[in-house]
């Protein structure tokens, strides 16, 4: 299952769904990048529903080296901040030997982005018009509603055309410096999330291990 610049792989929509996973560890840093191809997934972005019909969401993309160097060393930083929560990756706790082996694998990938983030041939940082601080729910869910699907788009749109991704919100620890180095007007553009993009060393991806449906299903009421 391949993809050259500009052709899609071969994948269901079932199969795209299911396979489009935080790449970390198999991203290419040496490979760059084609325009046409950013330009395609924000196409396919720009499919996504968007409250009101009002297109709020924008995509810094970063090519610059000392740009990426700057957000990487940013990132590295506020991952350190991460380390310390109980939400960490590193420090949940699963319930069976398999989950706990799964929990481990994704710490230590997210612990290698960590380490490498500036050095993937672009950062995508996705934001929307306005700032979403201290606004009533509705107002602030809106917001995001207006930024969240189409950078899911877009990340699925990158796998397809054999691009990994990895969705990151630890940066938004520095969220002000982050717009300093890109130069986005923090009082007036809120920051999302962050994703490297970049060709992924081979394409074949599966399905990550999950609980079934039913689990996460409250039929009528929460019971």
């Not at 090519?63 to 901040?81: H, M, N, Q, V, W």
């Amino acid at each position: 299952m391949t993809a050259s610049d500009g052709h899609l792989l071969d994948l269901t929509p079932d199969q795209l769904l299911s396979t489009t996973r935080a790449v970390r560890k198999r991203l290419d840093f040496d490979r760059p990048v084609d325009d046409d191809l950013v330009r395609a997934c924000v196409a396919a972005a720009m499919q996504a529903p968007s409250g009101s019909n009002n297109m709020t969401m924008q995509f810094v993309v970063v090519r610059d080296a000392a740009k990426r160097e700057a957000i990487g060393r940013l990132y590295g930083e506020c991952f350190e901040i991460y380390k310390t929560l109980p939400v960490y990756a590193g420090a949940l706790e699963k319930d069976t030997p398999e989950e706990q082996a799964q929990q481990h694998r994704v710490t230590e990938s997210a612990l290698y982005l960590a380490d490498h983030m500036g050095e993937a041939p672009a950062l995508v940082i996705a934001c929307t018009a306005g700032r979403a601080d201290g606004l009533p729910a509705m107002m602030s869910a809106s917001m995001m509603g207006n930024v969240l699907p189409g950078m899911w788009s877009f990340m699925l749109a990158a796998r397809a055309r054999g691009l990994g991704t990895a969705w990151t919100t630890v940066g938004l620890f520095k969220e002000q410096e982050m717009a300093d180095v890109v130069g986005s007007p923090f009082d007036e553009v809120q920051q999302v999330c962050l994703t490297p993009l970049a060709h992924t060393i081979g394409t074949d991806f599966k399905p990550a291990k999950r609980p079934p449906a039913e689990e996460f299903i409250r039929w009528n009421e929460w019971s």
